[in-house]
């Protein structure tokens, strides 16, 4: 990737880890560069990673949720290309995995018949399916900030705006390790199924089981996202510039749901 | 004993609720906690026809039932619409005996896709019609294939199967089984051979996993399918409608029985042939069953007709959380012969529980509405924003968009814009704070 090259957005598996309306992230994420940068943008889909080696040529690789069956195919294809998709990450790649496609990146997963199916391995927790389908609307502060303390602007950004989701899920993971998790879970639950800690980040690896059109419903999200797009290109004076972008759509909308919910929470304390 | 209080306590909880206007789940939840097996333990009719699955079960359970009184038949079903097993439980023992005997000859029962399997566990339907499985309230449901499982445990072994063959994976559950009866619809001038639609679930078929073909799509993943693969493809139909003529509002039954409709939408029509091929599983004359068919206006409050001042319109009720269900009612407004403005309100997603999740707008076409039939769009209600944005996603011209957080405010502005026909679609969550500022129309 060079910087004058258009940025490249690949929705893997999008045929089948796709059933939240995760395509939005992709659409949201193309006209939000589009309309605040110079840069072109391309979406591309694909069913199979080896139809769109080498995975390095992207800026973002983005896997969203689906069922549990069409999660074993997902993990039949890809952890063949375990080392490509993390030699993608610590070069120059953002990986962002999202609903039950985050549990890729663990050892394995364990379906209710005790089958196990081993994943990429990249962190140390293992997930296990149950029968029991777990499903609450979500909202997290941004645990992952701190690690962009250095830049002032995204550090307010990511600090004033909670960030709103659904978890929609029937497993449990179990971390070996203590990860830098994304969010705290204020409503919802999180990766233990508890109200504590959800997804994880590290490096250019990016990871929640919140669902659906996550970038739609959180502009500082999406601003995030794109920030991390050009920082990896080395082009961070546009990324510093993405996050003060005005979205008053976007905003608008992200504002309603927040009252919403946080007068939910408020219900139920 | 125990059977005998249960029955007790459920009537007089039953009796005591309706006096203070309570709903009819709260009475089958006592019994049950007295006598957890009471359901096993009632003397049932010979004919127990239960109705399943995503969309259309209420109306086709309305529908069987308004065919069977006029057949002079004794039936009872749940037509308060409680349909999990506290709900199907009050029914039951309201309707029968202090000793436990059911006093009607036939029950008719719409049961809920997801807790079908509990209901069963204690007796059997005869008959069990499965109409279709979409993508449907998946802040509660999950996704399809997890109800489907769900749905799957619930069908008894000795039990007939009444399938709509249209759809690929309710078709599944007629594999290797003897007794099924199957229902279909031909192809109609208004099917496509692509998907039209924003995700694709008849892409693959659910036996194999190969790629599916079809020869026509209804909508959706509903249509005529095949998988080379592993040869898994759309059943010979026992009871078909051969044509459809949504001009004339009236469709053709294997060739020969004419039903008019009161309601052109397509999924009236698949409501109409389930209700048709139930009814002649249990022997109805089938003539007898299209005059009551004939025309037949449901009174459930899906499709309310009403005046707005001067103006005159239809509200089409679609569940929020069911993209096909929207779809269905977009293209019904996108498709009238006289153009009219159309309105969406989202103002509370569901009425049985909360959610803020707007998830499922993305899953909706919404440029079925990018048409000269449809001159302005209302978005209205508190997800209005929401709205709006999924509309900045669509080819749909910005002028024509209007939007109103207030839905009182959206009315006032709907009311003397123009003389055009009026739209609405939205769910029964929202559907009464449109319509108590209109005036009902029989």
């Not at chain 1, 939005?24 to 943008?41: D, S």
């Not at chain 2, 005159?312 to 269900?325: F, Q, R, W």
């Amino acid at each position: 990737m060079n910087e004058n090259q258009k940025i490249r957005l690949l929705h893997l598996y999008n045929n089948i880890m796709n059933l939240y309306g995760e395509y939005a992230n992709l659409l949201a994420l193309k006209r939000f560069i589009e309309n605040n940068t110079e840069a072109e943008c391309e979406i591309v889909s694909a069913d199979k990673v080896s139809d769109v080696l080498p995975l390095d040529s992207f800026d973002l690789i983005y896997i969203g949720a689906g069922t549990e069956k069409a999660q074993k195919t997902a993990i039949s294809d890809i952890t063949a290309y375990r080392e490509e998709l993390k030699n993608a990450a610590e070069n120059k790649t953002t990986v962002l995995f999202t609903g039950n496609a985050c549990e890729l990146l663990g050892s394995s997963v364990k379906n209710v018949k005790g089958e196990i199916f081993p994943c990429l391995g990249y962190f140390d927790f293992e997930t296990e399916e149950t029968t029991k389908r777990i499903t609450s609307d979500a909202v997290c502060e941004n645990m992952f900030l701190d690690l962009f303390s250095e830049d002032d602007e995204l550090y307010k950004l990511l600090k004033e705006n909670i960030t709103i989701g659904f978890i929609n899920k029937c497993s449990i993971i179990k971390w070996k390790e203590s990860p830098k998790s994304m969010f705290k879970l204020l409503l919802g639950v999180g990766d233990d199924n508890k109200k504590t800690e959800d997804g994880v980040i590290s490096g250019n690896i990016i990871a929640s089981h919140l669902i659906g059109p996550l970038m739609i419903k959180n502009p500082h999200l999406l601003k995030f996202i794109a920030y991390k797009i050009f920082s990896n290109r080395g082009q961070n004076k546009i990324a510093d510039s993405l996050t003060g972008v005005d979205l008053p759509l976007e905003s608008k909308a992200y504002l309603v749901s927040v009252n919403e919910l946080k007068n939910r929470i408020s219900q139920e304390s | 004993m125990r059977k005998f209080f249960s029955i007790l306590i459920c009537k007089l909880a039953r009796f005591a609720g309706k006096l203070m206007g309570k709903g009819s789940s709260m009475p089958g939840k006592l019994a049950l906690k007295v006598c957890p097996d009471i359901l096993g333990k009632i003397k049932l009719p010979k004919y127990i026809i239960a109705v399943t699955g995503s969309n259309g079960k209420t109306s086709t359970v309305e529908m069987i039932a308004h065919v069977m009184e006029d057949a002079g038949l004794n039936i009872a079903y749940n037509k308060e619409g409680s349909n999990q097993i506290e709900g199907v439980t009050t029914f039951i023992l309201n309707n029968c005996t202090m000793g436990g005997k059911f006093k009607k000859d036939y029950i008719l029962i719409e049961s809920d896709e997801r807790y079908a399997k509990y209901t069963f566990k204690h007796f059997s339907p005869t008959h069990y019609v499965i109409v279709n499985l979409y993508r449907d309230q998946l802040t509660r449901n999950g996704h399809p294939l997890w109800v489907y499982d769900a749905i799957k445990e619930s069908i008894p072994d000795d039990t007939c199967l009444i399938l709509n063959a249209d759809d690929p994976l309710i078709s599944t559950l007629g594999e290797k089984r003897k007794d099924v009866i199957w229902y279909g619809m031909d192809n109609i001038s208004t099917d496509t051979t692509e998907n039209t639609g924003v995700y694709d679930d008849g892409k693959y078929c659910p036996v194999c996993g190969g790629r599916l073909e079809y020869d026509y799509r209804h909508f959706n993943h509903i249509g005529s399918f095949s998988c080379e693969k592993c040869g898994f493809k759309k059943h010979h139909t026992d009871y078909t409608v051969t044509a459809v003529d949504f001009d004339n509002g009236a469709i053709e039954i294997d060739d020969t029985a004419e039903i008019g409709l009161a309601f052109t939408g397509i999924y009236n029509v698949y409501n109409i042939l389930a209700a048709y091929s139930a009814c002649c599983a249990i022997g109805i004359d089938k003539n007898s069953i299209c005059e009551s068919l004939n025309n037949f206006v449901l009174k459930n409050g899906r499709i309310v007709r009403f005046k707005l001042s001067e103006r005159t319109g239809v509200l089409l009720a679609s569940k929020h959380e069911n993209s096909i269900s929207y779809e269905q009612s977009l293209t019904y407004a996108a498709n009238r012969k006289v153009p009219g403005d159309v309105v969406i309100i989202v103002d509370r997603i569901s009425r049985k529980y909360y959610t803020g999740d707007t998830s499922w707008l993305w899953d909706i076409n919404f440029d079925i509405l990018n048409t000269d039939k449809v001159d302005k769009i209302y978005l209205m209600g508190l997800y209005s924003g929401d709205l709006e944005l999924r509309f900045s996603y669509t080819d749909i011209p910005k002028e024509k968009i209007k939007v109103y957080s207030d839905i009182h405010e959206g009315i006032e502005e709907l009311r003397n814009r123009s003389d055009k026909e009026i739209y609405v679609v939205t769910c029964f969550s929202d559907k009464e704070k449109f319509l108590s500022e209109t005036t009902i129309q029989q």
